[in-house]
C-alpha cells in the first residue's frame, strides 16, 4: 500500500492537533477524561502513520542454507566492492598463476596455453564485485573481444577467472562440501563458464559444472558437465529442463575421500562416480575455480574439432558477456 499526498496531509494534521492538545495537558486545562480520550486519540494517529507508510523493500535473500551433518568452514557473499581475502583474480590453482609458458605471460595476466581449446586471455579487469539479481553481494565476470598486443598469439577474448588461494579446500577430516549460487550467461555461442577444481600439481581435475557442452538435440544452455579426470576420464553431461541462463541455481559437490563425488543441481543428485583402485579419489588441496573459458573457433587449430563436442566461438558470438556469481560456501563434516 502507498501513502497518497492526501493521506499525508491528513496525519500531519492529526499530529498539528495532537500537538497543540498536548500542550493544554501541560497547562493542566483538561479533565482526567479528556486526557485519556487524548491519549487514545494519539495513539491511533501514530499507528495509523506507520501503518500507511510501510517498509516496502524485500528481506535481502538468505544465505546458502548448510547441508545436514556439516558446518561451514567459510562462505563468501562478496559483499563490498573488492574481493575478499579468499580469491585471486587470475587463473591460478594452489596459487600457481598459469601464464602460457611459451609467452611467460606478465602480470596480471593468465591463461590456458595456446594453441588449444581455450582463447580466452584472463584479466582482473573483467571482474566486477558488487550485488547481483536480488543478492546484496556478488561478482560478475565478463568476456569481450580483445585486439590488444597477445591477440596474434591466439588470444581473441579478455575474460574474468577467480582461484580459491590460499583457501584450499581442506584434506583433513574426510571430506568436503561446497555450493555456489551461479547465474550462467548463454553460452551456446562459445562462451565457456565454468565452476571447477584443480590442485597445484593439476592431478585428478574435478570439474563441477561445465557449460556449452552439446549433447544431442538438448538445448545446451540446460546442460551441466561434470568431469573427473582420474583413472580415465569420467564425464556426464545432465539435462536441467531449465534455461541455466534465466535465473540462479545452486551447484553443490559432496567428496568423501577414499570414497565417492557426488555432484548436486538445486540439492538434487545428477552426477555420482564412486572410488576405485584406478581412481582412488584422494583428498587433494584444491583451488576453487570460477572461470570463464572461450572456445576456440572451427578451424583455427587443426587438432581440434569443438562443434562435435562443444558450441564453438565465431565472429558473430556476441560481445561482451556476462555470468554472476552471488556467493560460494565451503563446509566440513
Partial sequence: MTTTPEEIAAIQADANTTLVQ???????SVTAAQRAALVTVSCNTYTAAYDIVPDT????????????????????????????????????????????????????????????????????????????????????????????????????????????????????????YIQARIKFCDTSTGIWPAFWLLPKDSTQEFDICGTGFISGTSQVNTMGTSDLFSGGQQQKTWATGIDLTADFHVYGCRMTFGQSIIVEFDGNPVYQVTASSS???????????????????????????????????????????????????VCVP
Avoid at 22 to 28: D, E
Fill in 22 to 28: 498536548a500542550n493544554a495537558l501541560v497547562a493542566g
Fill in 57 to 176: 523493500d524485500p528481506p535481502p535473500p538468505a544465505g546458502l542454507p548448510v547441508p545436514p551433518g556439516y558446518s561451514v568452514l567459510w562462505d563468501d557473499q562478496f559483499t563490498g566492492t573488492t574481493l575478499s581475502a579468499h580469491w585471486l583474480a587470475e587463473l591460478a590453482p594452489g596459487g600457481n598463476r598459469w601464464d602460457d609458458p611459451p609467452l611467460n605471460l606478465p602480470p596480471p595476466y593468465s591463461a590456458n596455453t595456446y594453441p588449444g581449446y581455450d582463447v580466452a586471455l584472463r584479466n582482473p579487469s573483467q571482474i566486477k564485485v558488487g550485488p547481483v539479481g536480488t543478492y546484496p553481494g556478488g561478482v560478475t565476470l565478463t568476456a569481450e573481444r580483445y585486439s590488444g598486443p597477445y591477440a596474434p598469439h591466439g588470444y581473441g577474448w579478455l575474460t574474468g577467472s577467480l582461484s580459491s588461494y590460499p583457501s584450499l579446500l581442506p584434506t583433513t577430516g574426510g571430506g568436503w
Fill in 279 to 329: 581412481r582412488p579419489i584422494a583428498a587433494k588441496p584444491y583451488s576453487i575455480l570460477l572461470d570463464t573459458q572461450v572456445m576456440i573457433p572451427v578451424g583455427q587449430n587443426p587438432n581440434y574439432n569443438p562443434k562435435v563436442w562443444h558450441a564453438a566461438s565465431s565472429a558473430s558470438t556476441p560481445s561482451p558477456v556476462s555470468w554472476e556469481v552471488a556467493e560460494v560456501q
